[in-house]
């Protein structure tokens, strides 16, 4: 559905361009529908996948889903560019609308199985988005060690924000580095994730997840504080240090979904997927904006520095000091969750 709708804004982006309509607050809006209706897309993708996949391959699925996107990140912007050189922009736009059409016929094709519903849960199926809101936090607080998983992917965007917005300056004006040095990097980083992800996807089965996220974070920072010390215009040090955190990033990531796709109750997990995806992604946008004061102020070397140094320590006091380290052995039988009506009952007995 969601993914038909970006279809519909994008074919009506080229409408308005074939009409000669061309608009930048226009492109903007549409971007941002389509970015609204992807943050719909992502979870609800991610959801699905448990109930097609056996829970012992769900790593090697994640990761296989991972190494085919950064195929695609890789083979876009040279098509992309080859495109642009043949046709106008405008026309450009209905291949949007062309690949929508290819996705849709394996979905025609297959079929996606549905969470069978008890008769208590047809009888209460309409629900308030707040109430069903609440019960999906007592979800995620029942399962030991889960709200500090969300925590841990909250953090880790936040650190590596000021990274992604900042590498050009970082590149081009700190260490006066051309286009091409930026390009190389940015190349490095993209084989490394290549790389892990075909790593990932050839191994059977990942044990010690948790353990895994909280290393190779720690791993992944560690890689990028090479870069942040890396003496003037060193960028082949650089390069080492991006390709060395790329390989260890889809690692931590196809984990980290299996995780949470093994411990989230099946008819939970869509949108407890989604509160993680809105936690997680929530911080981002505030990290970018407080990246380029911080580095005016402190200096960017400084600001890199101090987010790998958080990067590597943060995970050793969440394994300590949270319940992080038991996620993995939690199962969804063992899941307890009280429902808000009860709680709101049984304190209206107690008063």
Not at 22 to 46: D, E, K
Not at 66 to 94: N, R, Y
Not at 322 to 340: A, F, G, S
């Amino acid at each position: 559905m969601v993914d038909s709708l970006q279809a519909v804004l994008t074919f009506g982006l080229f409408l308005f361009f074939f009409i000669g309509y061309i608009n930048i607050w226009l492109i903007f809006v549409i971007h941002t529908l389509r970015s609204v209706l992807f943050a719909f897309q992502v979870p609800a993708f991610q959801a699905i996948i448990p109930s097609m996949v056996p829970k012992e391959r769900l790593t090697r699925i994640n990761e296989l889903n991972f190494l085919i996107s950064g195929v695609v990140f890789i083979i876009g912007p040279l098509l992309s560019a080859i495109l642009l050189e043949l046709f106008p922009i405008t026309f450009i736009f209905l291949i949007d609308v062309l690949t929508f059409v290819i996705a849709l016929i394996p979905l025609l094709l297959i079929t996606i199985p549905n969470e069978a519903k008890s008769s208590k849960e047809s009888e209460s199926e309409k629900k308030s988005f707040t109430r069903e809101f609440k019960e999906d936090f007592l979800v995620v607080k029942a399962i030991p060690g889960l709200l500090s998983m969300i925590i841990f992917a909250m953090i880790f965007n936040f650190i590596n924000r000021p990274f992604n917005v900042l590498w050009p300056y970082f590149i081009n004006i700190t260490h006066d580095g051309t286009a091409l040095h930026l390009a190389f990097l940015f190349g490095s980083m993209q084989i490394g994730r290549l790389l892990g992800s075909l790593i990932t996807s050839l191994k059977k089965e990942w044990k010690h997840k948790i353990k895994i996220n909280l290393i190779g974070a720690t791993i992944f920072f560690a890689a990028y504080l090479l870069i942040s010390i890396a003496p003037y215009r060193n960028f082949n040090l650089m390069m080492i240090g991006g390709f060395l955190g790329a390989i260890i990033f889809p690692i931590t990531v196809a984990t980290y979904l299996t995780i949470l796709q093994t411990v989230i109750p099946s008819d939970k997990i869509g949108r407890v997927m989604s509160i993680d995806h809105t936690i997680s992604m929530a911080i981002a946008p505030i990290g970018a904006l407080m990246a380029g004061s911080m580095a005016d102020l402190i200096g960017i070397n400084t600001l890199f520095t101090i987010c790998s140094l958080m990067g590597i320590f943060y995970p050793v006091l969440l394994w300590f000091f949270t319940k992080i380290r038991y996620l993995e052995h939690t199962r969804e039988e063992d899941i307890k969750v009280v429902p808000q009506e009860e709680i709101i009952e049984l304190k209206a007995q107690e008063a």
